[in-house]
């Protein structure tokens, strides 16, 4: 543990809030930019999982549900896998020419990506080649994800003062992802109202991935009237009058370079840490809308409105798990979660997967994706705190990115185990024990970061 220790002391400065002569306006325009920013990307993304049962069968199409099912995942996660190159790209940007210009240009990227989806033809149309289409489309959505994370997960964090920095990150981390499938929620309501029944299988699905040029309008007016991350405008001042000669012959090599070199160690603790509650995530709130629809086979209006409570939910436990960081120290935090997640989240699951009756099923898929999202709460600052001002946004996207494409890719290994549709909750919570188990191993590892930035 001491040889974590030691390298997480090379990324560490001391601790202080924001430069002089940053505004209260300056902090709260980046904090709902860092947000909404996130919350609109996944939106983007929660597009496919709310679609996910009609897309297999145009774009995948099989005789067994199960299997296309888990196609679409897998096309999921190959978006997921790119995700760090997007962050090494945006992120190498982000910190040698500032974090506003590398999240605007991802964030619209992501958008019109998402939308371009609606345009496909489908497999009875074209033949494989439409499957093909698909998968490459997700590659570059991919990308652009990527660069939003490298640059909405530091510029919030590096705006507020230290006292609030966990609070902060569990408002975007969390925060930000239930927001982005509330808004999904709320798009999936009204698609299925104006689209029902085989209506949604033939123009619905389409409605739903053009929705996403929604979020690309709405990133131009957020960003707007952003200022550069005030921690990163001080680094480049420093640099100008060349005061800081520790940063500056690492800032001439590539912040990549330096991540895999110099904080090497760093990065793959922080992949036990980011994966288990990346997996923790995508396994709850992720996999829920295809719980209640294949599992619990609900109607959709119902389904809505239990996803929407569920995203309410997990908007609040981040930020008070993020907030509890504030206060006991990131590693307490983890091993809570951990520990809390490893005992509920398998029963919680197998409890969804037999619950009958509709009350019964929305207190398990709440609770359920309440406890998932809290388990990546104080991840965000934990990795910020990793890494200093130079190579943050690249060391922050890369090591969130990689975990998450780690966890996301568990979905359709969970789809893959269950030969039916009534094996899932039984697979679901197999996975998640291990998931955890592994989680708290890492808590168990890593050093406390609070202050470290």
């Known amino acids: ?46 597009i496919l999982l709310y679609v996910a049962p009609v897309v297999g069968q145009v774009f995948f199409p099989s005789h067994v549900p199960v299997l296309s099912l888990a196609a679409v995942y897998a096309s999921f996660a190959v978006t997921l896998i790119v995700r760090p190159l997007g962050s090494a790209i945006f992120g190498a940007y982000a910190d040698k020419h500032g974090r506003k210009g590398a999240m605007t240009v991802a964030f619209i990227g992501v958008g019109l990506a998402s939308a371009s989806f609606g345009l496909l033809p489908t497999v009875d149309q074209i033949g494989i080649t439409a499957s093909i289409i698909f998968l490459v489309l997700r590659i570059v959505q991919g990308v652009f994800v990527g660069g939003v994370v490298a640059s909405t997960h530091t510029i919030g964090t590096e705006s507020v003062p230290a006292k609030w920095r966990g609070t902060m990150s569990g408002l975007i981390g969390g925060g930000g992802a239930g927001l982005g499938a509330l808004f999904a929620s709320i798009v999936y309501l009204i698609v299925t109202q104006l689209f029902p029944g085989e209506a949604f299988n033939g123009w619905g699905w389409r409605v739903m991935f ?37 940063i500056q012959p690492e800032n001439e090599k590539s912040p990549v370079k330096i991540i895999f070199t110099k904080y090497r160690s760093v990065f793959f603790v922080n992949l036990m840490i980011v994966f288990g509650g990346g997996a923790g995530y995508y396994l709850t709130s992720g996999y829920l809308p295809t719980l209640l629809k294949m599992v619990n086979k609900i109607n959709p209006t119902t389904a809505s409105f239990i996803l929407m409570g569920a995203s309410v939910v997990a908007i609040i436990t981040p930020i008070a798990l993020g907030y509890l960081s504030d ?13 809390i997640n490893l005992i509920a989240l398998p029963l919680l699951g197998l409890g969804l997967g037999h619950a009958t009756s509709i009350s019964a099923i929305a207190f398990y898929a709440i609770v359920f994706s309440g406890l998932g999202n809290a388990g990546y709460a104080p991840v965000m600052i934990f990795l910020n705190e990793r890494f200093p001002t130079a190579i943050r946004s690249s060391g922050t996207g890369i090591s969130w990115n990689t975990g998450f494409a780690l966890g996301g890719i568990m979905p359709t290994f969970v789809s893959l185990v269950s030969s039916v549709t009534g094996g899932i909750p039984v697979a679901l919570a197999c996975f998640l024990a291990v998931i955890y188990l592994i989680f708290i191993i890492g808590s168990i590892i890593i050093p406390e970061t609070k202050g470290n930035f």
């Open 210 to 246: 053009f929705s996403g040029i929604l979020s690309s309008v709405m990133g131009i007016f957020v960003f707007k009237s952003l200022e550069e991350s005030p921690l990163w405008k001080q680094l480049k001042k420093e640099k100008e009058t060349k005061k800081t000669a520790q």
């Open 1 to 46: 543990m001491s040889n974590f220790s030691s390298s997480s002391s090379l990324a560490s400065s001391p601790k202080s809030d924001p430069p002089a002569g940053v505004s209260n306006s300056q902090m709260i325009k980046a904090s709902i930019a860092s947000v909404l920013g996130w919350s609109l990307d996944l939106f983007d993304l929660f």
């Open 327 to 339: 206060q006991i120290g990131r590693k307490k935090t983890f091993l809570i979660i951990g520990v």
